[in-house]
């Protein structure tokens, strides 16, 4: 009598085991994170509107943002922020977002650190 309960509980425990090991395999195959980006801020201000917070980072685009903008990226405080507009003032909108190395205190690490959140209005 103990060997058909013995062997029903041992087939009940591989069913179980098979099904969670192809659940947990199943959900890491090809899983890609997926990133989304607002490229507007048409996009800010609709969801504005319609009175939903925005989901995903916002470019700023340097050839016209405020100091406040500016600094809202990382690595950019009020006196960079100055800088930028002060540079812009004097050199006209920034071409490319590599030029953004041409402004004092900007290097290229803190140009890496927020390429993907600026633009300069063509290219988003």
């Not at 994170?33 to 939903?52: C, D, L």
């Not at 980072?57 to 016209?64: A, R, S």
Request: charged residues 15%.
């Amino acid at each position: 009598m103990k060997k058909p309960a013995i062997s029903i509980l041992v087939l009940i425990t591989c069913i179980f085991t098979a099904f969670v090991t192809g659940f947990f395999a199943g959900r890491s195959l090809n899983r890609a994170p997926v990133r989304i980006w607002q490229a507007t801020s048409a996009v800010t201000e609709a969801a504005t509107q319609a009175g939903t917070a925005p989901t995903g980072p916002v470019i700023v685009n340097i050839n016209t943002a405020t100091a406040q903008e500016l600094q809202s990226l990382p690595g950019i405080g009020p006196v960079l922020a100055g800088r930028i507009i002060a540079w812009r003032a004097e050199n006209g909108d920034f071409r490319a977002t590599e030029e953004l190395t041409k402004v004092k205190g900007i290097g290229d690490a803190t140009l890496l650190e927020i390429l993907d959140l600026i633009t300069v209005g063509g290219d988003a």
